[in-house]
């Protein structure tokens, strides 16, 4: 069977389309600092009840994502394309806008470190890390959701500046990553997930939710592939340009 999946795999997976600067966004989904740090209540409420769980994720992030992406948003403002980032937080102080289950986390976190699992908007917890400070020209998002649409304008936005190509990445792989990256699917828009620039709670989980999405829903690129392919459809377009 899972050769039989393999080639289904392969075969959508060869039929991605051209990635077009102007027509496409990069989306960091949720780089904050409680998000990916150890000295936040999601870490620390987690290692309470299995020390060392979430070891993995935090390497993940600061040896591979972090140092990707950082590569990725550089050339993605050299060639024009807008970055947005996400920020999983709630708008109302006391988290009461939060989905039901949220709301459960937040007293579990509590109870266990004195602190709530999914911050306010303006707590210092919920902001961007420094690693990865948006810059000017960049956007960020609020939402109080695990997918990106379902709780901001983002459909509107993207349709507005004619975007095309969503290239998703952040944390976590399978949980808000991989709801946004379904909803953009979902709102018609050519979706790709930048596996290297997203981590899981753990490796099986991380590769896992890449290939059921790669199977159906869209494609699976490490950053590097994305740059190239990106960077062969402008050269395409400027010799296209000499010829007219």
Known sequence: MEEKLN??????QGVIGDIIPTKTTLIIVDMQKYQ???????????????????????????NKVIPNLQKLISFCHEVGIA????????????GSDLPKNQKILNQTAKSL???????YIFHPSSDIIDELKPKDGDFVLQKNTSGT????????????????????????TNFCVHATAREANDYGFQTIIVEDCCAAWSEDIHLSILKSFGLIYGF???YEKVIKKISRTIKKAKKQLLTH
């Open 83 to 94: 970055v947005i980032y996400t920020k999983y937080s709630s708008f109302m102080p006391d």
């Open 220 to 222: 699976i690129l490490p």
């Open 113 to 119: 470190v004195g602190e709530v699992a999914f911050p």
């Open 7 to 12: 080639m289904i795999y392969k075969t959508v």
């Open 149 to 172: 649409f379902i709780s901001t304008r983002l459909d509107s936005l993207l349709r507005n500046m004619e975007i095309e190509t969503v290239l998703v990445s952040g944390v976590v």
């Open 36 to 62: 990916v740090k150890k000295d936040y209540a999601p870490y620390k409420s987690f290692n309470k009840i299995a020390p060392g769980v979430l070891d993995y994720f935090v390497g993940e992030v600061e």
